[in-house]
């Protein structure tokens, strides 16, 4: 094969690499569409862009503006947070079972929202509906969720930098600190009123509902430096997959670069988290699926996990507010029975019947 040949090959393939990156983002450009016209008040798509242009009426404003766009930003913010969280991960730690939970992120923000909740007493139920359930102090057990989960991941990543673990002992650390905040967990509740356990459990529903506009806007910044901290380091990092000595000899200092990589994803998932509660599989499957379409080449896998993450978390909470009428069901509960069946169909169609190596 001439170099011409082999030229006009990798064009092609970046073309088509652009293509396909732009068709992601229009899907995820509908789903968000789809998700602003969701909700029990049956207001449409063309009532959100009536208010955004300030010709829609001072119902729809009210509506809009204080429900419908805070949760709207969220699930952008979130969706292209925790995949570009588990699209890093994967990445660095050469796993494509790496995700925000698998490092006991998740597990970490659990453990400070229920410390908050029952040492605190930052949550009460008012009534003997769900609805009932609510926050007397919110932002302390936002502080605490993140706090926590922020603390877990860098005592993983201070170890790994000292005992220069390897991406499986890293892997194996976080599963180990996940279990530990999961313990924790379970002893809080189990001497916390009754009371105290159902706030705690009730936070633990992911909510897109529950961030306010500023809250959103905050996990839209972080998720926006971390993309654009991946594309930065995109070509170490896709060097690094290659292995840590041929990284080391093109001038490439792995553990720094393996400690910001992880400490980045770590705390956008954490912020996220932290607002929204626990929401699942978004981290593990929007990357496997952007994978699927664009390859290993971090600079246009970063983006397109994005946009799969928003797809993906958008269309989810769509669907929780619309299958069971003037009802929202827990938008992670849906994100689950929407990524499993996906997880197994990438698993089945993947090559020699296993997952797509992030390495």
Do not use: H
């Not at 064009?11 to 909700?39: D, E, H, I, M, P």
């Not at 705690?200 to 806007?217: I, M, N």
């Not at 269309?315 to 003037?326: E, H, Q």
């Amino acid at each position: 094969m001439d170099k011409n040949t082999v030229l006009y090959k990798n064009k092609t393939a970046k073309r088509k690499q652009r293509y396909l990156l732009l068709l992601l983002a229009a899907f995820s450009a509908v789903s968000v569409c789809v998700c602003a016209a969701s909700g029990a008040s049956n207001l449409g798509i063309n009532a959100f862009f009536r208010v955004l242009t300030g010709t829609g009426s001072e119902s729809e404003k009210l509506i809009i503006m204080n429900i419908r766009l805070p949760r709207v930003l969220s699930a952008v913010a979130a969706g292209a947070g925790l995949s570009l969280s588990g699209c890093i991960m994967q990445k660095v730690l050469g796993n494509p079972m790496a995700s925000p939970s698998t490092l006991g992120v998740s597990n970490g923000a659990v453990f400070g929202a229920n410390a908050a909740i029952i040492l605190f007493d930052a949550g009460t139920v008012g009534g003997a509906v769900k609805a009932a359930v609510t926050f007397s102090n919110p932002y302390i057990v936002t502080m605490c969720a993140f706090l926590s989960a922020f603390s877990g991941i860098l005592v993983i990543l201070l170890l790994s930098v000292k005992k220069r673990f390897s991406s499986e002992t890293v892997v194996l650390c976080g599963v180990a600190i996940g279990s530990f905040f999961s313990a924790g967990t379970t002893l809080l509740q189990y001497f916390s009123a009754d009371t105290q356990v159902s706030s705690a459990v009730f936070w633990s529903f992911g909510d897109l509902g529950r961030a306010s506009a500023k809250e959103a806007a905050v996990m839209l910044a972080a998720a926006a430096a971390v993309i654009i901290f991946a594309i930065i380091v995109s070509r170490d990092l896709d060097i690094l997959s290659s292995g840590d000595e041929t990284a080391a000899s093109l001038g490439i200092n792995t553990a720094l670069l393996r400690f910001f990589s992880l400490l980045s994803a770590s705390v956008v998932c954490a912020i996220c988290v932290s607002f929204l509660g626990i929401i699942g599989f978004v981290g593990l499957i929007a990357p496997q699926a952007a994978r699927k379409f664009l390859g290993e080449e971090m600079s246009v896998l970063a983006p397109g996990s994005a946009f799969c993450g928003i797809t993906l978390l958008a269309l989810s909470d769509a669907a929780a507010r619309s299958i069971i009428p003037g009802v929202s069901l827990p938008v992670g509960a849906v994100t689950s029975v929407i990524g499993g069946p996906v997880f197994l169909y990438i698993l089945l169609r993947s090559k020699k019947g296993g997952l797509s190596r992030a390495a």
